[in-house]
C-alpha cells in the first residue's frame, strides 16, 4: 500500500484535535483545516453547542472558507453559487438554483463530523467509522486527572514546515534516547538517565524527571505524552501544548502547536524559545533522516529495547492499519 492510501486510511478512523473551544467564543465563530487532504470546519451554532462538519457544500463541492479562523455570522453561504446554510448543517436556501423536479434540501444538509469535547478541547474524527474515543484517550486523561486543564485558556498557536513524511517526525516524537545527544538545552532541564518511555495501548507517556536543581524554573513539566496517530501532549506547569503532526499534501509535515495557559495573557517567551529551539533540532534531524528513507534502497537497523519501545509499537500499529 502506497503511504498517501495508508495515511488516509489510518486518519480516517483516527480523532484529531481540531481546537480549543475557547477559540470559538459567539455564534458563528468557526475554524476551518484541512486535515491529512479532507477540509474540515467547527463551529459554534446558535444554540452555544460546537458542531463540525465536512467544509464541502453540498452543491459541487465548494469549501465555504479557506483554511483559519474567522466568523461566518448567522449562516455559512457558499463563495460558489451562493447556496446557504444554517449553523446547524441545515440548507436554508439553494439560492437561484430553479425547479427541479425531486429536489429535496433535507438531503443536502452539511456532512457532520462526529465530535468529542475534551477537557476544552475540541477533537473531531473524519468519518463514522472512528475508533472509540474514551478507550483511545483513558491513559492520558489518568495521568491528567489532577491538572486543571479545563480552567485553561487558548493563548496561541505556532506552525513550523517540515520537510519529512510525518512518520518520521512521529518516530522521532516517540523517543527520548536523542536527547542527550540533539537537545542540550532540553537536557540541561531533564534527568535523561531517568527517561522512560511506556506505552499503554494507542498511548505512549515519556517520564522525564526534571533534574533536582532545575525543580523551580524549568520549563517544562517533564510530561509529555503521544496519541496515535499524530498528536504530541505537552504539558508545562501551567499550560500544555498540542502538537499536532499534520500529513501535508505533498508528503511533508506541518507542526500545528495549539498553547492553552492558565493566563493565556502571560509572557510565555521562555517556552517559546525552548519550543523554538528543541523544534529547529528535530526539524533538522528529521529532514536528513528522510532523505535516506526516500531513496528506500537501505533499511533501518534495530530499535533499542529500552529507549525505543514506542517506536516500535507505532511500527505495529501502522503495521496493522496498513492490514486493514
Ligand atoms: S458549490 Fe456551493 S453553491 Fe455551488
Ligand atoms: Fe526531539
Not at 459541487?60 to 448543517?89: I, K, M, Q
Not at 423536479?101 to 457532520?112: Q, S, T, Y
Not at 496561541?156 to 527520548?176: F, I, M
Not at 519501545?309 to 500499529?317: C, I, S
Request: aromatic content about 10%.
Amino acid at each position: 500500500m502506497d503511504d498517501v492510501t495508508l495515511t488516509r486510511r489510518i486518519f480516517a478512523r483516527s480523532w484529531q484535535c481540531l481546537a480549543h473551544e475557547s477559540q470559538l467564543p459567539q455564534a458563528g465563530d468557526y475554524l476551518a483545516e484541512t486535515i491529512a487532504g479532507i477540509p474540515v470546519i467547527a463551529l459554534r451554532d446558535a444554540e452555544g453547542g460546537v458542531r463540525a462538519f465536512r467544509n464541502a457544500c453540498r452543491h459541487r463541492l465548494s469549501p465555504f472558507v479557506p483554511d483559519g479562523a474567522g466568523t461566518c455570522g448567522s449562516e455559512l453561504a457558499c463563495p460558489y453559487h451562493g447556496w446557504r446554510y444554517a449553523l446547524d448543517g441545515r440548507l436554508k436556501s439553494a439560492t437561484g438554483f430553479g425547479p427541479m423536479e425531486g429536489f429535496d434540501a433535507r438531503a443536502l444538509g452539511l456532512i457532520a463530523l462526529p465530535l468529542r469535547l475534551w477537557r476544552g478541547f475540541l477533537f473531531i474524527a473524519l468519518s463514522a467509522a472512528a475508533d472509540d474515543f474514551d478507550a483511545w484517550i483513558a491513559p492520558v486523561d489518568k495521568r491528567l486527572a489532577a491538572t486543571p486543564v479545563e480552567s485553561w485558556r487558548y493563548a496561541a498557536r505556532r506552525t513550523h514546515d517540515v520537510a519529512c513524511r510525518w512518520t518520521v517526525y512521529v518516530e522521532n516524537y516517540l523517543e527520548g534516547y536523542h536527547v542527550p545527544v540533539l537537545h542540550k538545552s532540553l537536557d540541561a532541564e531533564i534527568d535523561s538517565a531517568a527517561y522512560r518511555v511506556d506505552v499503554e495501548d494507542r498511548i505512549a507517556i515519556h517520564h522525564a524527571p526534571l533534574r533536582a536543581e532545575r525543580r523551580g524554573d524549568a520549563v517544562y513539566e517533564g510530561l509529555w505524552a503521544w496519541a496515535w496517530p499524530n498528536l504530541g501532549i505537552n504539558v508545562y506547569r501551567d499550560g500544555m501544548m498540542m502538537e499536532r503532526i499534520w500529513p501535508t499534501p505533498g508528503g511533508a509535515t506541518r507542526l500545528d502547536y495549539l498553547y492553552v495557559f492558565a493566563d493565556p495573557g502571560a509572557d510565555q517567551s521562555a517556552t517559546f524559545a525552548m519550543s523554538d529551539v528543541v523544534t529547529a533540532e528535530d526539524k533538522a534531524i528529521c529532514e536528513a533522516v528522510e532523505a535516506n528513507v526516500a531513496a528506500g534502497d537501505i533499511a533501518q537497523g534495530p530499535l533499542s529495547p529500552r529507549h525505543e519501545n514506542a517506536v516500535a509499537r507505532f511500527r505495529d500499529l501502522m503495521e496493522d492499519a496498513a492490514r486493514g
